[in-house]
């Protein structure tokens, strides 16, 4: 299948060259002009690879690429940045926040082109070594971010997904609904409101999971559990 790319630049002239020359290149693309439909495009349209301007209006690249990281969905999508040559220091901040590559502007498409097919070959290797995890029917691939039930792919939500994870990375043990809520949302409720949204999420999990949701064990008055051993 052709390889997806997410083009995140502001100025359309580039855009539409980029576009033009990724789709001779046999790639697909798509592009979004500022930082916010960046993020929304990257999390639930999977590209392969991110071309993302630094210069953008509203949140700038650095911060999308911030917040790319952040987001377990889209932690492991390579991007490669575009600096102008006054941006120097901003291309080391990139680097250092995980983005894999930069090209500075005036850049010519040839030498975009060779670094997209780099960083991807790259990202191809890292996949190989991927942590894949396989309970009975359900396979969860940690870096990839996908699961699959008798091969059918599940669609999650971060939420959900980040859920899953840290089920499975304690898998036997059981977890409170407080811990669950920290690690994942981070942030301090009422009680009613945090038993709920740990709750909601885990019946919206265990729907996905569909004959692998009793896997998914409710500890009464207390959290959850994964049940690892059939
Ligand atoms: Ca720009």
């Known amino acids: 299948m052709k390889e997806k790319i997410l083009i995140v630049e502001d100025e359309k002239d580039i855009v539409k060259m980029l576009e033009y020359n990724l789709k ?25 690879l991110i071309i993302l301007d630094l210069m953008l209006p509203g949140m700038d690249g650095l911060e999308v ?11 492991s999508t390579p991007i490669i ?52 995890l396989k309970l009975g029917d359900l396979i969860v691939d940690l ?16 939420k959900e997904f980040e859920l899953l994870k840290t089920l499975i990375k304690a898998r036997g043990r059981v977890l409170s609904r407080d811990y669950l809520l920290d690690t994942i949302w981070g942030f301090d409720h009422a009680i009613d409101i945090q038993t709920r949204t740990v709750d909601v999420h885990i019946r919206t999990l265990r729907k996905k999971l569909k004959g ?14 994964l049940e690892h051993e059939d």
């Open 212 to 225: 692998e949701s009793r896997r998914i064990v409710t500890v009464k008055n207390y959290g959850y559990k």
């Open 81 to 132: 940045m575009l600096t102008a040559k006054t941006q120097e220091s901003d291309k080391v901040v990139g680097l250092e926040l995980g983005a894999d590559d930069y090209v500075t502007k005036p850049f010519s498409v040839r030498e975009l082109t060779a670094r997209i097919k780099a960083v991807l070959r790259r990202a191809k290797e890292k996949d190989k070594t991927a942590e894949i």
């Open 24 to 48: 001779k290149e046999g790639f697909r693309t798509l592009s979004a002009q500022d930082g916010e439909d960046a993020l929304d495009y990257a999390s639930r349209e999977h590209p392969d």
């Open 65 to 75: 690429c911030k917040a790319l990281k952040k987001e377990t969905r889209t932690a």
């Open 143 to 158: 870096s990839r971010i996908t699961v699959s039930v008798k091969d059918k792919p599940v669609e999650l939500t971060a």
